[in-house]
Every structure is written in structure tokens, then in C-alpha cells.
């Protein structure tokens, strides 16, 4: 009889986790949608069932109006070619043109005291919304960083057959594309995306992201409603990885609705990490309120650690409320417990970043938005922070003029150990820093955008109670290189986020002198064009530098991707660039290609560029690594990922394709990295870690053109945790050799059992500064092998056999057999790889995709190409 009560528990219990799990889900198919122009009714009529929709279009939702056309093959893909110009631009056409009526039909009904809530994620930008043929919002619904909630109970028919209407206008300003930033600037007047009026790095979005842009969902609750649950991690002291810590606190409060005409009286509760915290609870009727649950105490706590420093480990944590033996509402969280801090160094003159008491030297990336036309996806979101995670990075800035980002964003970063620095609506461009001849209103007036103050302080309330529970979110902005107008900023600072989080440092701006005193002069941040990969380590810039950038152009393949073959013409050392190439915001190169030797054709220049890329990107962390804790604190790259078929500022491109860019920072971000200071041709060590390191060996050996090495030294030392140390001087030594082709410098970093912890291979310049030797460098027989290691995971092994020269720079790359093209995304743990005489290097790679007919194909500067089967 025991056994038969303790099976039925559990039979209960399925049943009601099963019940609870199917409680929630999306309505992101069977969407029609038709034009404004083309309907003649309201939505009174089109939302009834009996309301014809024959010649309806399907519709994608989520996702944009531009998103259904394409889908539709009504437009040519705007990422193509210069084929944005093809579509219509709203500014020109009048907002009519991208106003849609969406409808769906979906199945549901409430039973007893069920209620059903519709929940829109992202509407942009104004909606009415009808349900039966009933209107559900009362006042229109406005901005696109905004949640809207509506319990629909009352609205739903009594078969379970329902009909969803929704239209969708555009933004009441469109501004003008005109070729400026943010176009005239008239965009920032919206509580929208600013970028799709035109920036310097994409063209504009024709229908300025109009439409239901994000989930859309059905919950359905047994009468009380959980809402907005906010859980604040506090971990006192200075922790160490992987050791046993003291106790961490963790303290949770939620909201509690009840939309009933009867108080609900039960248990409100929440578990983590095998632990229950319970408190009774009456809910009044027709009633929202917030309830504090006691602090509970996490004994040696896994903890959440940024990438590079530790483990991410994360907590499910489940808030339920219990009556009578029934779950009437729950949700499910993920946590990690961490604890963020901000100090000021003296030294250095900016913010220091500070987790689970240990100062973490800032490397981000600052990021746009996945898609430029919102088409966002759990996997894409994944591989485009798994990619800013493999380049070493441990930070990265979601850019003003763009969105709060999606909780699946934060869900990644949290997973991959990504700090998130988060700025609100605001850009400098269009919100009147400075003058600008191509805005249309003066300063004064654009310093006063967005029209609707109260509109914009109420989304933000809403945004930070979407993302505040990630561990990842580390920093909160009030806007890119401007700060809101004061009565936003103010109430963001006193009320708002004191409030609602409390726990995470606010920066009134971007560059403002509270998170880096710009001495310098100038507005804080870049610069982002090519540079001498020398002033890296020369020129001292901004202590905590919210963008700094180069180039970012990628491989032939890349390029083929979105610019017709008779537009691949390779540009010019003088800036002369082919108009596709223009079109598509290419940054000059300048002289930096002509070093390598004359350009033949698009291809040669790509393969090239990529020498370019890896070099300036190296350069670039490893410069400011240099001086980590003496000029910086940190700094971010403008920037790192491209929403649209951008030329400029990007480690991988649209298409998740990695280019050397990628590479060349992950390199120079080692957390254990040796490097070769070109100033001085010192060999220096940087370790970003948290404990001392012993027993290092640091070796330096030189090859020539021809393949032969000339050892220099190799010494026994350590270093210190989060510090640089210098080792010696290569000058000298490289002086003596004969540099008229130019030489190579190895440099490796060794533990005890000979294992290599870090290696890094400089191509040094000849004489006369230009890489004649490379020019003529000797073709290498490189042997490669590839053998699949499991699901997903392919290993290449490189071996270059003693006597030749050395095969430099090899780009491995997972491709189908069957259409010969690159399988992306796939993560590489290293690439554009360089093997000495007598080397072997084991390269590994991740992919997603699921085919059998997969290839590794592997060519290098002086290596042919050459496809290989997979073992």
C-alpha cells in the first residue's frame, strides 16, 4: 500500500508537471496577413471566423512586413547586390505601404477558472488588436521595446475556435534615409531601432522594421498569475575558481496576480539547488502585488564566472503557487550565482570590472543586433556568442541604436560566460551631440528625442524586468555616446533601476569620464580605421575603450556570397572601390596590402586581407593586454559581428563565416598568451588568470624563408595572476640575421610535461618593410588528415615534414561534398594556422549541421588547396 500511494505521488506529480508544461506555447505559424490598401473592413469583421481569406498572403511572425515580402519572393533580398534599392523605401511610398493586417487562427478555451493570457514580445510599432471580433486593447499599443499582456479569457469563443487580428503601423516619423547617420535623424523620435534609416555600416531597412518582431504567446494560468520574478545573487569576499567558497545569499521577489473576482489563497515557493522556500499567501481579488521571499543561503556554491576565469555554472531555479494540492501557476528560471562590482582605479583613471571580488581586465566586442531584419533564432544566437566566446572575449556591448536584446541572447551568454553591457535607446547621431548638416532638426530639438518621454520610461521598467535575472547582464547604459534627455536619465538613475534591480553599475553614457577619464581628449572612444599594428602598443588611448576597430573584410567565399561576379573587382590602394564594394560600407586598406606583394584579383586580394586582419586584431589585444592595470582597464571592439553584408568591422560575417579577424583576436586574447612586443622585440607574457603560474618554460626559436630554424633561448620563469611580465629582448638576435626577405618568430609557452599552453608566430617584415620572401616563399607539401571524434566533431591533424619551409597561414574549412560550400556555422579551436618544418598541429572542429557528406578542405598561403575525406 505504501509503494501504491508513493506511485500514484508520482503519477500525480507527472500529471501536473506534464499539465503545467503545455500551459504555455507560441502561435509562430499559420499567419496570413494583407495590406492595409487591400482590406476594407475593420478588425471587428476581419477578426470573426466567418471573414474570408482567400487571397491572404502568408504571413512570418514573428518578423518584420519586409521578412513576409521576401518570403514571399515578393522583393530581392536586400543583403544582395545593391539590391536594397529594388525595394521601395516607406519615407518615399508613405507609411500605408508597410501597414499589414496579420491574422491567425488558433484553438483554445478556458475551463472553470482558467485564464488565458495573449502576450506579444515586440510589436513595432503601433497595434490594435482584436480577438473574436471584439477589440482586446483599449488604447493603442505604441513602441517597439515593449512587452504587451492581455488577459483574453472573456474574448474566447465557446467552441475553442478563435481568430487573432492584428494591425500593424509603421513608426509615425520614418526619417529620411539621406546617407546619414540614422538618416536625418528624425527616426530617434520613435521608441525604435535608429539603424534603419541608414548608419555607416548598412544601408536602410525599407520598411524600418515594421511588424509583430518578436514571439507572440499564449499562457494559460489556473487563475493566479506569476509575473516579473526578480532573483539577486550576493557573493561577498574574493572567490577562487574550482575551490570551496563560502556561503552565497540568494534573495527572490515576485509579482502575484490575480485577475479573479475571488481571493486566492496558497503556498507561493521556490526550489533551487535542492532547497524550498515556501510562504502562504492570499492573493485579493482583481489584485497585482510583489511578494519578498526570506533570503536563502547556498551553501559552497557553484559559481558563475566570466569566460576565461572560471566555469559558468548555472542553477534552475522553479517558482510555483500551490492551492489545494493544484500548481495554479510557475515558472522556471536559470541562475547563476555571481556578484558584479565596479571600482575605480586611480591608476589608470577608469572603472575597473570586478566578479566574485576578482578585477576582470575587460575584452569585448560591441554588438549591433543579430539580424538587421529581426530574424532571430535560438541556434543563431547561440553560434554568434559561442563565436565571441572562442575569441577570448569576455564582454560585449549591445550598441544603442539597436534593441534591448532578446532573452535568448542573455540565455547564450550566460552559457558561454559573455558580460553584457547593455546601453538604452540613445546614439549621439541622431540624438543631437553633435551638429550635423544632414539631421533635420538642430540640436537643441534632437536632443529632446523621442517625442514620447513617458512612453520610453515605461519600457524601460518593462525591459529590465524581461533580462534582469541573467548572469550575464553585467552593466546598463543610458546611450551611445549621449546620455537620455534629464528627465528620462534621471528617473533611469534615482527610481527606475534602483528599484527594479539595484544590483549593476549605470553608465549616464558610453564614453562618459565615469567609466574611463579621457584625458586625451576628443569623444572617448576609436579609432576604427587600419593602423600601424605598431601604434597598438604605442599609443596610449582611452583607459576603458568602449570602441576601438579596424577593418574586417572577408574571404573570397565570404564576398562571393553577396556580391555578383561582375562586381568582384578588388579595390585600389588609393580608395578607388568598385561601387557593390562601396555600397556595402568597405573600409580602405590602404598601402597595408601592398606589402604582400601586387593585388591580381578580388581573390588575391581577400586571401591577403585576411593576412592584414589577423595582424591588426592580434595587435590590437595584444597591445592593450600590454598594459593591462597600467594604461587599461579594458576594451571593446567596434566591432565584432555584422547584421547585414557589411564590409567593415567583423570577425565572422552575416553568414556566420568566420574570416582571420576572428582568429587574430582570439590569439592575442589568450588568457595565458606569450607575444613579441614589435617596439622592442621583447618577448612578454600575459596572464589574465586568476592564480600564479609556474614552471613555465618560454621558448624563441626564428625560421627563414627557406624553412631553417635558428634557436634563440629558452628559460624557465613564472608569472603572477592577472599581471604581465616581461621575459627579454629578440632585437638584437633579429638584427644579426639576415632580414632581407623577412623571418619568422615562433614563440612558445610550455608547462612541465612539455605541453603547449601558448603559441604565437610572427611574420616579420624585410628591410625595406614589404614581404618579398613571402612573395617567394617555396610551396609546402602540408599532409592533413581529418577523423570524425563523435557527433558534431571533426579533428584535423596538420603535419609539415622536416626540410621544408614553413606552411604558412592555412584556412581549414568544414565543407558539404555534394555543393562543395562551407558548412556554417562551424567553430574551429584555431585557424589560419601556421606549421614549422617537422610540426604537427591537431586542429578541432565543431558543427551543428546535421549531413553526412562532409569534407575538410585546407589551403594556406604556400599551400595548395587541397578537400579531404573525414576518417
Not at 8 to 37: H, M, P, V
Not at 40 to 64: C, E, H, R, Y
Not at 475 to 488: R, S, V
Request: net charge neutral.
Amino acid at each position: 500500500m505504501k509503494f501504491m500511494r508513493k506511485f500514484l505521488a508520482i503519477l500525480l506529480s507527472l500529471y501536473i508537471f506534464n499539465a503545467q508544461a503545455q500551459q504555455r506555447y507560441e502561435l509562430n505559424t499559420g499567419w496570413l496577413c494583407n495590406n492595409i490598401k487591400e482590406v476594407k473592413v475593420d478588425g471587428a469583421q476581419i477578426s470573426k471566423a466567418g471573414f474570408v481569406l482567400d487571397n491572404w498572403m502568408q504571413a512570418t511572425v514573428p518578423g518584420t512586413v519586409l521578412t513576409t515580402l521576401l518570403n514571399n519572393k515578393k522583393v530581392p533580398d536586400p543583403f544582395y547586390g545593391m539590391n536594397t534599392e529594388k525595394i521601395p523605401d516607406i519615407y518615399k511610398t508613405g507609411n500605408d505601404y508597410y501597414t499589414y493586417w496579420f491574422v491567425k487562427d488558433f484553438d483554445e478555451k478556458a475551463v472553470g477558472n482558467e485564464q488565458v493570457w495573449l502576450q506579444f514580445r515586440g510589436i513595432n510599432y503601433k497595434a490594435e488588436i482584436f480577438l473574436n471580433g471584439k477589440k482586446v486593447n483599449a488604447a493603442t499599443h505604441e513602441g517597439m521595446h515593449l512587452r504587451a499582456r492581455f488577459n483574453i479569457t472573456k474574448y474566447l469563443s465557446s467552441t475553442g475556435k478563435n481568430r487573432l487580428a492584428v494591425i500593424v503601423y509603421p513608426p509615425d516619423v520614418v526619417g529620411n534615409p539621406n546617407g546619414g547617420q540614422g538618416g536625418d535623424g528624425t527616426i530617434a523620435r520613435n521608441l525604435t531601432t535608429q539603424y534603419t534609416a541608414g548608419w555607416d555600416w548598412i544601408q536602410p531597412i525599407r520598411d524600418r522594421n515594421t511588424g509583430i518582431w518578436d514571439k507572440v504567446t499564449i499562457e494559460k494560468t489556473q487563475g493566479v498569475n506569476i509575473l516579473n520574478p526578480h532573483v539577486v545573487t550576493l557573493v561577498p569576499g574574493k572567490r577562487i575558481p574550482n575551490a570551496k567558497q563560502q556561503p552565497a545569499t540568494i534573495k527572490v521577489s515576485v509579482e502575484v496576480e490575480n485577475p479573479t473576482m475571488k481571493a486566492i489563497s496558497g503556498i507561493l515557493q521556490y526550489q533551487m539547488a535542492g532547497k524550498t522556500v515556501s510562504k502562504s499567501v492570499t492573493v485579493p481579488a482583481n489584485k497585482q502585488f510583489e511578494i519578498t521571499f526570506a533570503d536563502l543561503a547556498i551553501e559552497n556554491p557553484r559559481l558563475w564566472w566570466p569566460n576565461g576565469y572560471g566555469k559558468q555554472d548555472l542553477y534552475p531555479l522553479n517558482i510555483k503557487f500551490l492551492s489545494a494540492n493544484r500548481v495554479l501557476d510557475q515558472e522556471n528560471l536559470t541562475v547563476g550565482i555571481r556578484q558584479i562590482d565596479n571600482i575605480w582605479n586611480e591608476h589608470t583613471q577608469s572603472m575597473g570590472a570586478y566578479v566574485n571580488g576578482q578585477k576582470i581586465f575587460i575584452k569585448g566586442g560591441n554588438w549591433i543586433i543579430s539580424d538587421a531584419m529581426l530574424r532571430f533564432s535560438d541556434a543563431r544566437y547561440d553560434a554568434e556568442v559561442r563565436y565571441h566566446k572562442d575569441m577570448n572575449l569576455n564582454l560585449i556591448r549591445i550598441w544603442g541604436g539597436a534593441i534591448l536584446e532578446r532573452p535568448e541572447f542573455y540565455n547564450a551568454c550566460d552559457k558561454y560566460g559573455l558580460l553584457v553591457f547593455q546601453d538604452f535607446w540613445f546614439s549621439g547621431d541622431c540624438n543631437g551631440r553633435w551638429v550635423d548638416p544632414l539631421k533635420k532638426d538642430d540640436q537643441w530639438t534632437r536632443r529632446k528625442y523621442p517625442d514620447n518621454h513617458l512612453l520610453v520610461l515605461t519600457a524601460i521598467e518593462d525591459q529590465v524586468k524581461m533580462i534582469r535575472n541573467h548572469a550575464s547582464l553585467a552593466f546598463w547604459c543610458g546611450g551611445n555616446e549621449i546620455t537620455p534627455p534629464d528627465d528620462i536619465l534621471n528617473p533611469i538613475k534615482n527610481d527606475i533601476l534602483p528599484r527594479l534591480d539595484g544590483t549593476r553599475k549605470f553608465f549616464d553614457f558610453s564614453n562618459s569620464d565615469e567609466m574611463s577619464y579621457n584625458t586625451i581628449g576628443g569623444n572617448g572612444d576609436g579609432p576604427y580605421n587600419i593602423q600601424d599594428p605598431k601604434s597598438f602598443w604605442a599609443v596610449k588611448t582611452y583607459p576603458y575603450n568602449s570602441e576601438v576597430g579596424s577593418v574586417g573584410v572577408g574571404d573570397y567565399e565570404s564576398l562571393a556570397r553577396f556580391i555578383p561576379n561582375e562586381n568582384m573587382i578588388a579595390p585600389e590602394s588609393d580608395g578607388k572601390v568598385d561601387s557593390v564594394w562601396n555600397y556595402h560600407k568597405y573600409i580602405p586598406y590602404g598601402k597595408h596590402i601592398e606589402p604582400y606583394g601586387k593585388v591580381e584579383d578580388a581573390k588575391d586580394f581577400a586571401m591577403k586581407a585576411q593576412l592584414v586582419n589577423y595582424d591588426q586584431y592580434r595587435a590590437l589585444m595584444e597591445g592593450f593586454s600590454n598594459k593591462m592595470w597600467d594604461w587599461y582597464t579594458g576594451s571593446i571592439i567596434w566591432k565584432t559581428q555584422n547584421p547585414w553584408t557589411a564590409l567593415r568591422g567583423q570577425m565572422y560575417d552575416y553568414y556566420l563565416d568566420p574570416n582571420a579577424c576572428l582568429y587574430g583576436l582570439r590569439k592575442g586574447s589568450e588568457p595565458l598568451h606569450i607575444m613579441m612586443n614589435p617596439l622592442d622585440s621583447m618577448v612578454t607574457v600575459v596572464n589574465n588568470g586568476l592564480v600564479d603560474r609556474h614552471n613555465l618554460m618560454v621558448q624563441a626559436k626564428v625560421y627563414d624563408m627557406d624553412g631553417k630554424d635558428y634557436f634563440y633561448s629558452q628559460v624557465f620563469n613564472s608569472i603572477g595572476a592577472s599581471s604581465v611580465r616581461r621575459f627579454f629582448p629578440m632585437n638584437e638576435f633579429l638584427k644579426k640575421l639576415d632580414k632581407k626577405d623577412g623571418v619568422f618568430v615562433s614563440l612558445k609557452l610550455l608547462n612541465e610535461k612539455q605541453e603547449v599552453l601558448s603559441d604565437n608566430v610572427y611574420w616579420l617584415a624585410d628591410k625595406d618593410g614589404g614581404y618579398k620572401g613571402l612573395q617567394h616563399i617555396k610551396q609546402a607539401k602540408l599532409e592533413a588528415t581529418a577523423t570524425q571524434k563523435g557527433k558534431g566533431k571533426v579533428e584535423v591533424l596538420l603535419s609539415n615534414p622536416s626540410g621544408n619551409p614553413v606552411a604558412f597561414f592555412n584556412r581549414i574549412a568544414l565543407v558539404d561534398t555534394e555543393s562543395g560550400k562551407r558548412i556554417l556555422p562551424s567553430f574551429y579551436d584555431d585557424n589560419y594556422v601556421t606549421v614549422l618544418p617537422g610540426e604537427r598541429k591537431t586542429i578541432t572542429v565543431e558543427y551543428t549541421h546535421a549531413t553526412d557528406n562532409l569534407a575538410v578542405e585546407v589551403y594556406g598561403w604556400n599551400v595548395e588547396k587541397q578537400t579531404i575525406g573525414i576518417r
